[in-house]
T-cell receptor, first 114, second 115 residues
Framework: EAGVAQSPRYKIIEKRQSVAFWCNPISGHATLYWYQQILGQGPKLLIQ????????DSQLPKDRFSAERLKGVDSTLKIQPAKLEDSAVYLC????????????FGPGTRLTVT | AQTVTQSQPEMSVQEAETVTLSCTYD???????LFWYKQPPSRQMILVIRQEAYKQQNATENRFSVNFQKAAKSFSLKISDSQLGDAAMYFC????????????FGQGTRLTINP
């Protein structure tokens, strides 16, 4: 079974530029999560999707971050414009609806904003 | 709001020895799950072990076991017979059963294995 795929693995941009990250969850996983992991900290949830719909985006900085999940499969997370404090690893995870406790994580995208 | 605290930023252990990583959490919920995740330098988060709060028996997975103290809101991870491949960041995480079911993570503990 293929795991959660993310791209790119690394991205370096200047502040005020825009960037997009892509996530392809495990086939059949209805729930998809985006986490932000700042260096030296644990991951923090940005947004959770259930199929196409948003379940929780309470910690998403909506003035600059946006996310979508088209057709309930792939998802993209966008930052526009980026700030220095957005430098972090962005992790995508997915979970089967019937598997009530296990999230599977992708390898993450390391973003550096200069 | 639920919080998870890991008070040990770094730990080290000799290969083949036993090490215990600490975690405390705060919640008003009675039913929830607790997890330990391992994150090696590759950044891939790997589930090590999970515990359901309603189960009194401590979870065990091969060399990994937990000491779950519900009243004290404590959830420690014991790694027996430490191996070089165990070196990684370890995160304690909490999740409610109902609702959005997001994971709330602690700050992490960096575990070093000395050969």
């Amino acid at each position: 079974e293929a795991g959660v795929a993310q791209s790119p693995r690394y991205k370096i941009i200047e502040k005020r530029q825009s960037v997009a990250f892509w996530c392809n969850p495990i086939s059949g996983h209805a729930t998809l999560y985006w986490y932000q992991q700042i260096l030296g900290q644990g991951p923090k949830l940005l947004i959770q999707f259930q199929n196409n719909g948003v379940v929780d985006d309470s910690q998403l900085p909506k003035d600059r971050f946006s996310a979508e999940r088209l057709k309930g499969v792939d998802s993209t997370l966008k930052i526009q414009p980026a700030k220095l404090e957005d430098s972090a690893v962005y992790l995508c995870a997915s979970r089967l609806e019937s598997r009530f406790y296990e999230q599977y994580f992708g390898p993450g995208t390391r973003l550096t904003v200069t | 709001a639920q919080t998870v605290t890991q008070s040990q930023p770094e730990m080290s252990v000799q290969e083949a020895e036993t090490v215990t990583l600490s975690c405390t959490y705060d919640t008003s919920e009675s039913d929830y799950y607790l997890f330990w995740y391992k994150q090696p330098p590759s950044r891939q988060m790997i589930l090590v072990i999970r515990q359901e709060a309603y189960k009194q028996q401590n979870a065990t997975e091969n060399r990994f076991s937990v000491n779950f103290q519900k009243a004290a809101k404590s959830f420690s991870l014991k790694i027996s017979d430490s191996q070089l491949g165990d070196a990684a960041m370890y995160f304690c995480a909490y999740r409610v059963i109902q609702g959005a079911q997001k994971l709330v993570f602690g700050q992490g503990t960096r575990l070093t294995i000395n050969p």
